[in-house]
């Protein structure tokens, strides 16, 4: 089915995570598969815990060491930069902490071979999220996706959705590295760019888990802040195919 799978995990202290993660992935026997972890210089020790999982898994994972904090959608940059040095023919990026299930790539595969981009989504026919997500998480998630959907034009339903799958052609035409959000907003932003560029965006329903372990990241300034900073993509509609 591929040529070759990078999929692309930025970090914060999940190192209870990751083996799990790395686990569940390798054990989906997708030929040529590379897990490439950028991490923040987890206090907790996650850099130590991927490179123990390099021993384990030779050739199969990556680690991207960075000297602190510098926003997710920088973390997705260089991750997705050393994903495309890997010539893999398909690229996931997605969470660390188990919330997104890495049994759903397959069906991101499959969906592939048609599309351009695949998304995985909670917003639509057998999508979701798990009930011990709780009520305030989900209104801030909605509501978010509301909002950057009216400011943007973005015609996917799951636009704050971390879990996504490429063909690498399309990387390799939308120019991440220029983007201007690099925080949150760089979901979707990403996304406007893959659908300003005319690339064929599906969704693919998942369903939301709550975190194995650890703390959720998400918080309501953190979304006030992504939709100031997509604000003038709102002028840029008209560029939309």
């Not at 070759?4 to 040529?32: D, M």
């Not at 996650?46 to 123990?52: C, D, E, H, I, P």
């Amino acid at each position: 089915m591929t040529n070759g799978l990078s999929v692309v995990v930025p970090t914060y202290n999940e190192a209870k995570n990751l083996p799990i993660l790395a686990q569940r992935l390798f054990g989906l026997n997708i030929p040529r598969c590379i897990l490439i972890v950028v991490d923040d210089n987890s206090p907790d020790g996650t850099g130590l815990v991927a490179k123990k999982l390099g021993d384990e898994f030779p050739g199969q994972v990556e680690l991207i060491e960075r000297k602190g904090k510098q926003g997710l959608g920088t973390a997705y940059i260089e991750g997705l930069k050393l994903a495309l040095e890997t010539n893999s023919t398909y690229i996931v990026h997605m969470d660390a902490d188990l919330s997104h299930a890495p049994e759903y790539i397959p069906g991101f595969l499959k969906d592939l071979l048609e599309a351009d981009v695949v998304v995985g989504s909670r917003y639509i026919e057998a999508g979701g999220s798990e009930e011990e997500w709780g009520i305030q998480r989900r209104i801030l998630s909605l509501l978010g996706n509301f909002g950057i959907r009216l400011i943007t034009g973005i015609r996917i339903k799951d636009v704050t959705s971390g879990f996504k799958g490429f063909r690498r052609e399309v990387l390799e035409s939308i120019d991440i590295g220029s983007f201007r959000c690099k925080g949150f907003a760089f979901l979707p932003e990403e996304t406007y760019a893959c659908q300003q560029h005319g690339f064929k965006v599906v969704e693919h329903p998942i369903v939301f888990a709550q975190r194995a372990n650890g703390e959720s990241k998400l918080s309501p300034s953190i979304v006030i802040e992504a939709m100031w900073k997509l604000l003038p993509l709102r002028f840029m509609k008209r560029n939309l195919p």
